[in-house]
């Protein structure tokens, strides 16, 4: 079982370190990514000998962060992991697991933390790692420079849907305060982030929005895409994620489902509730699980079937009565 | 001309006024109801009369902020105007230009505004009136309750598109920090302004990505509605107006054209760019204008007409050979 640290402990292990090896989890995002490139040019600016390592590559979008991927070409003596729940999430390419073995300090904010690291900084509290790394960097001594603030405030503003998801606290805006007056270039950081999607994007919402049905008086919307469209945009799986959102963004809809088509005709549905209704319950009855507003089974069969099995589950949760 | 005053001044001024009329402009936005609902509540609570008026109903999607509406049943001996750029835009209806033409005060964060009170506070380095006014709130002596909270937060985050738009500064995050200390419910707030969509507007989103097209190597994407679509859905014009941000939001997309048809069959184009595109040079060669990456025109025959007559300018911008 890890050691729990408190940022003191953390900052006095850093800066004590050298040779050392960032990493971050696999599909990285904007927190593990922007937590990455931030610590590594804190290391860096007090002369350490430091790399960043991750099981897949780091996406385009990030490409304005600047640090060195590990080469194999020194042996690091100290293992950093951030932004890490887990041992599965760093994934198993470019051999990271040699190095999770040996992972000295997690810095991380996944209440679910693992403790897999030798000792580790949590707090629960931050909306992103990158909100907490500001005060771990800042204590280290190092100044925060506009290029460790971009990639502060990316892991910041990604985590928290740009302030708009229910983790944000009065520390995340701080934060971004902070990170601002220390030079983040929030303009074209955000619409970089914010404002850009791409053309499979636009095509599956496209595909999305045609499919949108009503049922229950329009309080409950669902939207459903098939294997052949979802490969045929070649819409990648977070920008499929994010759609689950649109049904139940809509006006009055207090049931917003997202079939998906799998590889094998089964169905994987997302169901997200406003309002008193218990999504987990809904999915249960179906096999699945998750929380309150957010929550998923998978059906098998076709279509229709699995269209009727979920609205019926809905329609009991509604208290509507029974159709035709 | 109005008198410029600084903070102090505004606030000695409100600290003594008494039987206080406060003034929005014409369709209402986060920004004005919510310096309106936030100035009438710190007003009550020193004890004084107030009421507010406005030429246009409060969109439901505020009802949440409490304020008297005002009934005429008392002469008012001050009179504010919040977040009101020029008398213009006070509108017409509920007689509001009887008052507008003697507007003691306006408090407002609009560089274009126009002097017409005979006192402003201007601020225009707040992304929001709704920034500006939580500093003079406070230094009325008032406490920043979660209702006022609430009201301000309303203004700061829609403002802002949510802290997204290029007028964010860390003076605007600072503020938020602030105001979710003071107890803005932020969770159910973000939800009601940034995650709610009406069905008119999902309708109209359905039909703009079915009339999606690209040009010049997908540097130009454009959206086109026709006059039956925009009345049919019943959608509204700032609805209508979000839209025009589509486009351009696609990968690898320079200028982002929308077309929406008018009553009279003639098209009204909104062109909006990146990177280097000037929008302003496009729209200005067909008569019309805006900034650099906003600019509108109108062309007027029929679709096939508009399309080429626009698409002819950005070819140019875009130093795009001829087309067949």
């Known amino acids: 079982m890890t050691e729990s640290v408190d940022r003191q402990t ?93 992972a000295n300090l997690c810095i991380d904010h996944h209440a679910s933390n693992s403790g897999y690291a030798f000792e580790t900084l949590l707090d629960p509290g931050a909306a992103a790692t990158c909100e907490l790394l500001l005060d771990v960097i800042q204590e280290m001594g190092v100044t925060i420079t506009p290029a460790i603030a971009n990639c502060l405030y990316t892991g910041v503003a990604t985590d928290t849907g740009c302030f708009r998801f229910t983790n944000t606290t009065a520390r995340t805006h701080q934060a971004a305060a902070r990170l601002i007056e220390a030079g983040a270039d929030i303009a074209t950081l955000n619409e970089r982030l914010f404002e850009c999607r791409s053309h499979a994007r636009i095509q599956i919402e496209r595909l999305a929005l045609e499919s949108l049905e009503f049922f229950f008086e329009e309080r409950c919307a669902m939207i459903c895409l098939t294997w052949d469209q979802i490969t045929s945009t070649g819409v990648a799986g977070s920008e499929l994620e994010d759609l689950t959102s649109l049904p139940r963004s809509i006006e009055g809809v207090e049931v917003g489902l997202t079939l998906r088509q799998q590889k094998d005709g089964s169905f994987k549905i997302s169901v997200r509730t406003g309002g008193t209704v218990d999504a987990c319950r809904i999915a249960r009855r179906l096999g699945g699980g998750g929380h309150t507003r957010a929550a998923g089974c998978e059906i098998s069969g076709n279509l229709d079937n699995a269209k009727m099995a979920i609205l019926d589950e809905v329609r ?8 035709a």
Chains 1, 2 share one sequence.
């Open 10 to 102: 953390a900052v006095a292990r850093l800066r004590s370190a050298d040779d050392i090896l960032i990493l971050c989890h696999k599909n990285p995002d904007g927190d593990t990514t922007g937590s990455a490139g931030a610590l590594y040019q804190a290391l860096k600016s007090l002369g350490k000998n430091v790399a960043v390592l991750c099981s897949d590559p780091i996406p385009k979008t990030y490409d304005y962060m600047d640090f060195t991927w590990f080469d194999g070409s020194f042996e690091p003596a100290f293992v950093v992991a951030v932004d890490v729940a887990s041992i599965q999430l760093f994934g198993e390419r470019n051999n990271v697991q040699e190095y999770v073995a040996r």
């Open 316 to 323: 009991k949760e509604l208290g509507e009565p029974a159709q």
